[in-house]
Protein backbone atom coordinates (compact mmCIF):
# COMPACT_ATOMS: atom_id res chain seq x y z
CA UNK A 1 0.00 0.00 0.00
CA UNK A 2 1.24 3.48 -0.61
CA UNK A 3 2.17 5.87 2.45
CA UNK A 4 -0.42 8.44 1.11
CA UNK A 5 -3.39 5.66 1.59
CA UNK A 6 -1.66 4.20 4.79
CA UNK A 7 -1.52 7.99 5.97
CA UNK A 8 -5.78 8.45 5.02
CA UNK A 9 -6.56 5.07 6.79
CA UNK A 10 -5.12 6.35 9.76
CA UNK A 11 -6.35 9.70 9.97
CA UNK A 12 -9.78 8.01 9.22
CA UNK A 13 -9.41 5.55 11.94
CA UNK A 14 -8.36 8.82 14.49
CA UNK A 15 -11.17 10.72 13.60
CA UNK A 16 -13.89 7.91 14.28
CA UNK A 17 -12.45 7.31 17.42
CA UNK A 18 -12.25 10.82 18.36
CA UNK A 19 -16.16 11.27 17.33
CA UNK A 20 -17.10 8.13 18.72
CA UNK A 21 -19.17 8.30 21.93
CA UNK A 22 -17.30 7.02 24.95
CA UNK A 23 -17.94 3.04 25.94
CA UNK A 24 -17.47 4.06 29.39
CA UNK A 25 -20.10 6.22 31.12
CA UNK A 26 -19.25 8.92 33.73
CA UNK A 27 -20.85 7.24 37.14
CA UNK A 28 -19.84 3.72 36.10
CA UNK A 29 -17.69 2.04 38.95
CA UNK A 30 -14.14 1.68 38.07
CA UNK A 31 -14.33 -1.98 38.96
CA UNK A 32 -17.05 -2.69 36.68
CA UNK A 33 -15.42 -0.90 33.75
CA UNK A 34 -11.87 -2.79 34.00
CA UNK A 35 -14.43 -6.23 34.29
CA UNK A 36 -16.07 -5.21 30.68
CA UNK A 37 -12.69 -5.15 29.35
CA UNK A 38 -10.82 -7.83 30.68
CA UNK A 39 -12.65 -9.95 33.72
CA UNK A 40 -11.32 -9.74 37.32
CA UNK A 41 -7.52 -10.59 35.81
CA UNK A 42 -7.69 -7.21 34.05
CA UNK A 43 -6.63 -6.41 37.47
CA UNK A 44 -6.37 -9.28 39.49
CA UNK A 45 -4.00 -12.42 39.03
CA UNK A 46 -6.38 -15.12 38.62
CA UNK A 47 -9.05 -13.03 39.20
CA UNK A 48 -8.78 -13.02 43.01
CA UNK A 49 -7.20 -9.84 44.76
CA UNK A 50 -3.52 -10.06 46.19
CA UNK A 51 -2.22 -10.01 49.69
CA UNK A 52 -0.51 -6.52 49.38
CA UNK A 53 -2.41 -5.28 46.82
CA UNK A 54 1.62 -4.73 44.68
CA UNK A 55 -0.10 -6.96 41.44
CA UNK A 56 -3.07 -4.69 40.86
CA UNK A 57 -0.44 -1.78 41.38
CA UNK A 58 1.40 -3.16 38.56
CA UNK A 59 -1.52 -3.77 35.99
CA UNK A 60 -2.43 0.39 36.48
CA UNK A 61 0.97 1.14 35.61
CA UNK A 62 1.10 -0.90 32.53
CA UNK A 63 -1.94 0.58 31.23
CA UNK A 64 -1.61 4.26 32.67
CA UNK A 65 2.19 4.09 33.34
CA UNK A 66 4.16 5.08 36.28
CA UNK A 67 3.44 7.64 38.85
CA UNK A 68 6.60 9.18 38.26
CA UNK A 69 5.69 9.66 34.97
CA UNK A 70 2.74 11.47 35.25
CA UNK A 71 1.91 15.23 36.34
CA UNK A 72 3.42 16.93 39.46
CA UNK A 73 0.15 15.72 41.66
CA UNK A 74 1.26 12.08 41.12
CA UNK A 75 4.66 12.04 41.22
CA UNK A 76 4.60 13.55 44.72
CA UNK A 77 3.01 10.70 45.81
CA UNK A 78 5.57 8.58 43.81
CA UNK A 79 7.35 5.28 46.04
CA UNK A 80 4.62 6.36 49.10
CA UNK A 81 1.35 5.04 47.58
CA UNK A 82 -0.48 2.69 45.25
CA UNK A 83 -2.84 3.66 43.10
CA UNK A 84 -5.74 1.99 44.72
CA UNK A 85 -5.09 4.34 47.67
CA UNK A 86 -7.08 7.35 46.11
CA UNK A 87 -8.68 5.53 42.73
CA UNK A 88 -10.53 2.94 45.30
CA UNK A 89 -11.52 0.81 42.16
CA UNK A 90 -14.51 -0.80 43.90
CA UNK A 91 -15.59 2.34 45.61
CA UNK A 92 -15.42 4.60 42.69
CA UNK A 93 -16.61 5.83 39.42
CA UNK A 94 -15.69 6.37 36.24
CA UNK A 95 -14.71 10.26 36.24
CA UNK A 96 -13.98 10.51 40.07
CA UNK A 97 -11.43 12.59 40.81
CA UNK A 98 -9.97 12.43 44.77
CA UNK A 99 -9.28 15.70 45.81
CA UNK A 100 -6.02 16.33 48.63
CA UNK A 101 -8.42 17.21 51.46
CA UNK A 102 -9.53 13.37 50.82
CA UNK A 103 -6.09 12.61 52.88
CA UNK A 104 -4.40 15.92 53.79
CA UNK A 105 -6.82 18.54 56.00
CA UNK A 106 -4.01 21.24 55.37
CA UNK A 107 -5.84 23.12 52.78
CA UNK A 108 -3.29 21.53 49.76
CA UNK A 109 -4.82 21.54 46.69
CA UNK A 110 -3.81 20.30 43.40
CA UNK A 111 -2.36 23.75 41.97
CA UNK A 112 -0.48 24.09 45.10
CA UNK A 113 0.94 20.60 44.86
CA UNK A 114 2.30 21.16 41.29
CA UNK A 115 4.27 24.47 41.96
Known amino acids: MSK???SALFGAAIAALALSPSVYAEGQELAEM???MDGCEACHADGEPSEDGEHEFEQCQSCHGAL?????VHQSHDGMLMCADCHMPHDSNVGDKPTCD?????????ESASK
Do not use: I
Not at 68 to 72: F, G, I, V
Not at 102 to 110: L, Q
Open 4 to 6: NLL
Open 34 to 36: HAE
Open 68 to 72: EEMDA
Open 102 to 110: SCHDDGRTA
